[in-house]
């Protein structure tokens, strides 16, 4: 789709200005929570363990409920593309009331079954005990962290990217300076850590209700048809992040089965896919706030124009974070302190993620693009599908004795079959519903 310069260089600015403060955001959270790490590390063992065991678990929860931000950014962006900013903020509150009900009920349901899931994990004896006291504690800060999702989502919406990363920041850096006071000051053990983050997840929460409720005066009373409405557009959202997740946790079984070189491997391959995701996922959740106003002003012509244009960006951006793969390659096993083993299969293992740069940069984009576009219900068969697309060929790096980078070829297949089914729906026409 041909733009001219000026046309070219306004979706530039556009993109940069949402997706360029979304990419600080989302660098921010690993890199102090990887600070909390590293201020456990200094405690008696199991505590780092208990906080890995518990992370884990809190992580998985937290990840299923990202359609707050998402489903929100999609709805308010939408109707502020039509005008509608009050409707805009009446979808905002609906996303907000839901996201306590969710936190709320979360608690409910996974406070008695602290000790059955930090077990399943196969966590025993003093690293149960300190796993379930971190967990129990952190549960108390999840109404607090959903909130903040659903507040992020409202203020992207808005087409304010800026705002969630000084928050983001600001929160992250609190849950720093309360983690050093709390484990190592006051000697509080992992239970500090804990506490330390739920009290800078409220803080976080209370700034989002405030600027929500106060500088943009949205109504607080709940609207029960809209918060069932936010909850059934977020079904099929979580039915995707299921299916991410279920390709991932086949793909850790996998590499267990394998060996200790493999299944350390594995792990930091990830890390460094999860850190590169983070970037690709900035120009995604541009897209996902353009998309929504775009439509929402009956623009399909300039909704197609911008996805265009993202998609180029997304493009570049996987060949340059694949480049910076190729380079770092060689440094790679040395930062890890990878034996020659390991260090072997990690050394394979960096070609393959960068030869899927450009692919997950295409399916980045068009994924946000389509929850721009409210189009969920085909996310979530779209993800089932691409995951049955991925099983047989992780069955056949098992039947066959197939090796690590085998089984990473095998998520190229899954990628592969995202790109396909995203695709060809970004090149139809039934995602481009206009109108609030």
């Given amino acids: 789709m041909p733009l001219t310069p000026r046309a070219g260089r306004e979706h530039d600015r556009q993109i940069l200005r949402l997706a360029v403060p979304a990419f600080g955001a989302l660098v921010a959270e690993p890199l102090f929570l990887l600070t909390d790490s590293v201020i456990v590390s200094h405690l008696p063992a199991p505590a780092l363990g208990a906080l890995g065991v518990a992370s884990t678990v809190l992580s998985v929860l937290v990840g299923l409920c990202v359609f707050l931000a998402y489903g929100t950014t999609a709805a308010v962006a939408r109707q502020i593309g039509a005008g509608n900013t009050r409707r805009a903020m009446r ?13 709320l009920a979360i608690i409910a349901v996974v406070w008695p079954l602290a000790p059955s899931l930090v077990h399943l994990i196969g966590a025993e004896g003093e690293l149960a005990r300190q796993a379930v006291t971190y967990l129990r504690i952190s549960l108390l800060g999840v109404p607090a962290m959903l909130l903040v999702l659903a507040g992020t989502g409202v203020l992207r919406g808005m087409q304010d990217t800026a705002t969630p990363l000084l928050v983001s920041v600001g929160s992250f850096a609190l849950n720093a300076v309360l983690n050093l006071v709390f484990v190592l ?10 506490w330390g983050t739920v009290l800078a997840q409220s803080l976080a929460a209370a700034v989002y209700l405030v600027l929500v409720f106060g500088r943009h005066r949205a109504p607080l009373r709940p609207d029960l048809a809209g918060i069932r409405a936010a909850g059934s557009a977020g079904v099929a959202l979580v039915i995707r992040t299921a299916c991410m997740q279920v390709v991932m946790t086949i793909a850790a079984t996998v590499a267990t089965r394998m060996g200790d070189d493999q299944i350390e491997a594995h792990t930091v391959a990830v890390r460094i896919w999860t850190l590169l995701a983070f970037a690709l996922d900035a120009i995604a959740i541009a897209g996902q706030a353009i998309t929504g106003r775009t439509l929402g002003a009956g623009d399909v012509a300039g909704t197609r124009t911008a996805t265009w244009r993202m998609v180029m960006w997304g493009i570049g951006s996987g060949v340059v974070l694949g480049l910076a793969v190729v380079v770092a390659r060689p440094f790679v096993p040395g930062l890890f302190d990878a034996g020659p083993a390991m260090a072997g299969e990690l050394l394979d293992l960096m070609w393959v993620i960068a030869a899927l740069q450009p692919i997950a940069g295409v399916v980045f984009v068009l994924d946000g693009v389509l929850i721009g576009a409210g189009d ?4 979530a068969w779209a993800s089932m599908w691409t995951t049955l697309a991925y099983l047989p060929a992780a069955l056949l790096v098992v039947l066959a004795g197939g090796g690590l980078t085998a089984l990473w070829l095998a998520l190229g297949v899954w990628m592969t079959a995202r790109l396909v089914t995203l695709g060809t ?3 139809g026409r039934a995602w481009l519903v206009i109108g609030a």
């Fill in 425 to 427: 729906r970004a090149y």
């Fill in 91 to 103: 979808q905002g509150v609906d996303g907000l009331w839901l996201a306590a009900g969710v936190g």
């Fill in 185 to 194: 000051g006051m000697g509080w053990g992992v239970a500090g850590s804990a």
């Fill in 376 to 379: 969920q219900r085909y996310l």
